[in-house]
């Protein structure tokens, strides 16, 4: 992807920070022109995988949370949210769902799930003890990426 605008943030794994986080990613879109429908995906798979971050990956026990999102001039939306927390032991087993290790709280394990379903594509990088990277593509209309002039 050849990027045409890129931004990097880091804020504190905090449940209230989740909201900023949709409220960045939203701004970063308006350039775009996205569909409602786009930026409500987008909205929800950032809060997805900032709120895993907090909860899985720090156990609300603070740190930082990272996001990088880039657009290029294929119309390709990439955003990536990053922690230096516990990480995940065995990722495919994470991504199915229902599957959660917060026992006993009321999480439903469908995190992934929801990220794959409001996105392109969905990797997860992630080693115990090393935190996780989420990395979401979605596609945006083509005629809505501002060229450069």
Do not use: W
């Not at 989740?18 to 409602?36: C, V």
């Amino acid at each position: 992807m050849s990027n045409i605008n890129e931004m990097r943030l880091e804020f504190t794994a905090r449940s209230e920070n989740e909201a900023f986080a949709r409220l960045a990613i939203s701004g970063f879109m308006l350039p775009l022109d996205p569909t409602m429908e786009q930026l409500a995906d987008v909205k929800t798979a950032v809060s997805e995988a900032v709120t895993n971050a907090i909860i899985h990956g720090y156990g609300g026990r603070g740190g930082m949370v990272g996001l990088r999102a880039a657009y290029g001039s294929e119309g390709d939306l990439e955003i990536e949210i990053i922690d230096q927390g516990r990480g995940i032991d065995d990722v495919q087993r994470a991504r199915q769902p229902f599957f959660t290790t917060c026992k006993g709280e009321d999480r439903s394990g469908m995190g992934f799930t929801v990220m794959e379903s409001f996105m392109d594509d969905v990797e997860v990088k992630s080693a115990p003890g090393k935190g996780t990277t989420v990395i979401m593509t979605k596609q945006l209309r083509d005629d809505a990426i501002p060229h450069e002039a």
